[in-house]
């Protein structure tokens, strides 16, 4: 059974950091797509950052210049480096382990940036 865990969320002020981790089980996710996605109180679910197979990366234009995404495969794990916090960063974190077969999605860890 494939299983996704994230942590490393928690409370923070504005302008610190935090780094999230995602850890893999149950299959290697050296041949997937990693990414993040958080949803906020009362929104829809928003695209983050995206690591892919070959070590390719992207991010929402929010985030820009602000978080970092990596990947151990021989930990089978992915993190979210997140600087600069800010208050509209506040939400739910999830991770995501995407091919084109088959999607995987962990159960989130909050993040919550108030002074």
């Known amino acids: 059974q494939v299983q996704l865990v994230e942590s490393g969320g928690g409370l923070v002020q504005p302008g610190g950091s935090l780094r999230l981790s995602c850890a893999a089980s149950?299959?290697?996710?050296?041949?997937?797509?990693m990414a993040w996605y958080r949803q906020a109180s009362g929104k829809q679910r928003e695209f983050v950052a995206r690591?892919?197979?070959?070590?390719?990366?992207n991010f929402a234009d929010p985030v820009k210049g602000r978080f970092t995404i990596s990947r151990d495969t021989a930990k089978n794990t992915v993190y979210l480096q997140m600087t600069d916090l800010k208050p509209e960063d506040t939400a739910v974190y999830y991770c995501?382990?995407?091919?084109?077969?088959?999607?995987?999605w962990g159960q989130g860890t909050q993040v919550t940036v108030s002074s």
């Open positions: 995501n382990m995407w091919n084109v077969f088959r999607s995987y």
């Open positions: 149950g299959t290697s996710s050296s041949t997937y797509t």
């Open positions: 690591i892919t197979d070959g070590g390719s990366s």
